[in-house]
């Protein structure tokens, strides 16, 4: 098993910039890759952003491609994603999620989650 543990969300302001925290702990070598997904009021959970350990490399959402990045230090086993230039519609909580699979950008396609940390972006 996998426990995931988010931090870093709060209240800002249109513009403002805000890093959110995943640190990982358990059977974190099993993980192939982690993301973030984030939750609206009455939405589906939607992909965020994908970090893959082995390569570093990483893939966002086109609504989020420029303004966040995610990273990873794998000594920490703890992944971030720097969110800058934030909207109001970057509104929602955010999910930390670690897969053992290769691909997929679903839910469905991640083993475990985190509980999740909220941000609010007032405009």
């Known amino acids: 098993q996998v426990q995931l543990v988010e931090s870093g969300g709060g209240l800002v302001q249109a513009g403002a910039s805000l890093r959110l925290s995943c640190a990982a702990s358990?059977?974190?070598?099993?993980?192939?890759?982690m993301g973030w997904f984030r939750q609206a009021p009455g939405k589906e959970r939607e992909f965020v952003a994908r970090f893959r350990w082995s390569d570093l490399n990483t893939y966002y959402a086109d609504s989020v491609k420029g303004r966040f990045t995610i990273s990873g230090d794998n000594a920490k086993n703890t992944m971030y994603l720097q969110m800058n230039m934030l909207k109001p519609e970057d509104t929602a909580v955010y999910y930390c999620?670690?897969?053992?699979?290769?691909?997929?950008?679903?839910?469905?396609?991640?083993?475990?989650w985190g509980q999740g940390t909220r941000v609010t972006v007032s405009s």
């Open positions: 999620a670690a897969s053992n699979s290769r691909y997929g950008t679903a839910p469905r396609d991640y083993d475990y």
């Open positions: 358990g059977r974190t070598s099993s993980t192939y890759r």
